[in-house]
């Protein structure tokens, strides 16, 4: 009898993950790495699931899905938290997201489990939780397993009761399933909500507040678990926020501090040491189209018409490039500016100036969702008057190089032309 199943039989506070709501997370494996997870206890996934495996803790239920031969095991409990390399030499280094697993009685195999998971509408980066974890561990009940040749053995419903009594009895407070999010795959993001998960992420009333979804995506594109990230202008302090719940360091900045884990600091000048940091994110000022605060150095009070703007704004890129190591990315959110039947390309500006130091990675195009002009009469208006409302930010990403200073305009790029057959 496994330690797992002394917890549970004698019912005492020792469970892990004792008072927390007990979760169901599914692994998947093929025909080729199942072996190795069942001789090490060791479920593991790549950088891909990485926001999924890190929110795992102790005590929460797992299954292994093979997906070559349509299988799911149970019932595994997670015997540590899910880790980044909590055993380098499995699979030979390419699924380091891991968590180290217990069976909670003899292995059960289930066969159809594309038809399981999809009755149970379960995927890999939504936790089961409540009364969907508590249905789909029904089905290993021994009644439900009459078929399966080696299910003589199979957990009992005895054991499988004490387990449901445990997630009701952890679970009775809770009734917010977290969906984690999977990374975008392509240049255009759209995200209908500021924030994402059950906890806040910076304050949703602060003037031009970050998607927190953004920087998400820029940590696990970018920095590994326990990495230092720093936003030199914080605002609100969705960067913070966004990097304890992702399991990174964080540093914040801002002109004025709105909180006390924000360092009221001017971005032109942080107090880092050269090549100490793992990423930076920024949300500068568009121009002076916001009212953050009146202090002095706030460059938001400068106009984006003015050179003197993109100059300001130069020298919190040398800093930004001073503090990151070697190979590191920033990620600069930026929008035009169309004001006064003028327009402004700010984001071309400031691409133009963060080129001067950094090599490109790529351009993002961010869905501007909450604008205060998203009303019908300024919709109007922008149709009569023939102009446009500002319909997306740029994530402009750039990356610290070892030859350190670049210049876009000088890259010679390779183009690659595709012969077309037939035509
Ligand atoms: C777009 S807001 C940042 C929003 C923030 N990411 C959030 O989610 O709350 C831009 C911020 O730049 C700050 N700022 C302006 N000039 C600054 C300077 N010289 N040094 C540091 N921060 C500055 C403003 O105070 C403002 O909070």
Known sequence: MTEAITY???????????GKPIRGFIFACTDKSERECFERLLFATDKMYGSIVTRIRKGDILFLNNVDTDTIYGIFMSVSDGGV????????????YQV??????????????????????????TPLFGERLL?????????HLALVKDSQDATSDELISKLADKIRAN??????????????STTFWDFPKQSYGITKKGNNKYPGVTPALIIYNMIWRYTD?????????CGSGTTIDVCLAEKRKAKGYDIVSTRPDIIQNDARKIPLEDNSVDMVFIDSPYGDNIKYNNHPDNIGNISAESENFYDELEKVMVECHRILKDGKALGWLIGDQWVKREFTPVGFGIYDRLCKYFEPVDIICVNRRSQSS??????NRARRFNFYLRGFKYLLIVRKTSTSVTNCNNRKIQWAYYERSGQ
């Open 225 to 233: 678990p326990g990495d230092l990230v720093v936003d030199p202008m």
């Open 100 to 125: 180290k697993v217990e069976p909670l009685a003899n292995r059960i195999a289930i066969p159809n489990a594309r038809k399981i998971l999809a009755k149970f509408s379960a995927r890999r980066n």
């Open 374 to 379: 998203n009303t019908d009469v300024w919709h």
């Open 135 to 143: 249905y789909f561990l029904d089905e290993f009940r021994p009644k």
């Open 85 to 96: 390399n909590i055993d380098h030499h499995a699979f030979n280094g390419r699924y380091p």
């Open 171 to 184: 679970n009775a407070e809770v009734d917010i399933e977290e969906e984690i999010p999977l990374i975008e």
């Open 8 to 18: 549970l039989k004698s019912n005492q506070s020792i469970f892990p993950g004792e």
